[in-house]
């Protein structure tokens, strides 16, 4: 017998590890609704700026009522310089800081909310968070607001799991170090990073992969990934 395809949506799907992500699960056949403001590479696409609760309401407006076995939340912005050593805090505007910070961690938590519904027609519901190692105690950056937003996505994907216990979506955060999008390699290759290995994405893709088959019995809360090199 046929198993049924699952429907995931990844929300920021058109580049780094959101296209892989989305990339890989409709590679293997399954319904992929890609969320993003430009054109992803795979998936059916949503075109939204979830920044906004516009954006946010678009998504669900364009899901509908349909069922939802995972959402994938890859995406993920951060001040301009960061990273470099351009970078100044004090030059950072208040509304880039307020944008990285609804993207980061508002949107992630009303877009699960608003999905439920969706995720709970699922026999194995699963929401998925990509944070990052900034957004552990003692590991902050000078990024003022993307740390702020990792820690703040953290603290959401801990509540969310309490919160939505009863509806039995198992609610997970990734916390990886820096991955080898092309963005990364990019950033090595011209010195605006020191010299490193970074994270493979296929590292990412087969935890996400990991998580989605296990039964509705467990629960993965975090998982943090630190490159050696």
Not at 133 to 156: H, P, Q, Y
Not at 188 to 196: A, M, P, T, V
Not at 204 to 222: M, P, Q, Y
């Amino acid at each position: 017998m046929q198993l049924e395809k699952r429907q995931i949506l990844v929300v920021g799907a058109s580049r780094g590890i959101g296209a892989a992500v989305a990339q890989h699960f409709a590679q293997k056949s399954e319904n992929v609704i890609s969320v993003s403001r430009s054109q992803p590479i795979a998936g059916k696409w949503i075109q939204a700026d979830i920044s906004t609760a516009q954006g946010i309401q678009s998504v669900v407006d364009q899901v509908g009522e349909s069922r939802l076995d995972a959402l994938l939340f890859m995406g993920g912005v951060w001040e301009d310089g960061a990273f470099t050593a351009q970078y100044d805090f004090l030059q950072s505007s208040d509304q880039e800081t307020r944008y990285v910070i609804a993207v980061n961690t508002i949107a992630p938590i009303e877009l699960t909310k608003k999905l439920t519904k969706n995720l709970v027609k699922s026999d194995n519901p699963r929401t998925i968070f990509i944070g990052s190692l900034s957004g552990l105690d003692n590991a902050a950056s000078i990024e003022v607001a993307n740390t702020a937003s990792k820690f703040g996505l953290r603290g959401a994907a801990q509540a969310l799991s309490i919160a939505l216990y009863d509806y039995k979506i198992g609610v997970t955060i990734i916390n990886p170090g820096n991955v080898a999008t092309e963005e990364v390699l990019a950033d090595i290759k011209e010195g605006r990073f020191g010299q490193q290995v970074p994270i493979p994405l296929a590292d990412i893709i087969s935890s996400i992969d990991w998580i989605l088959t296990l039964s509705n019995a467990v629960n993965i809360a975090e998982i943090n990934m630190q490159q050696k090199g």
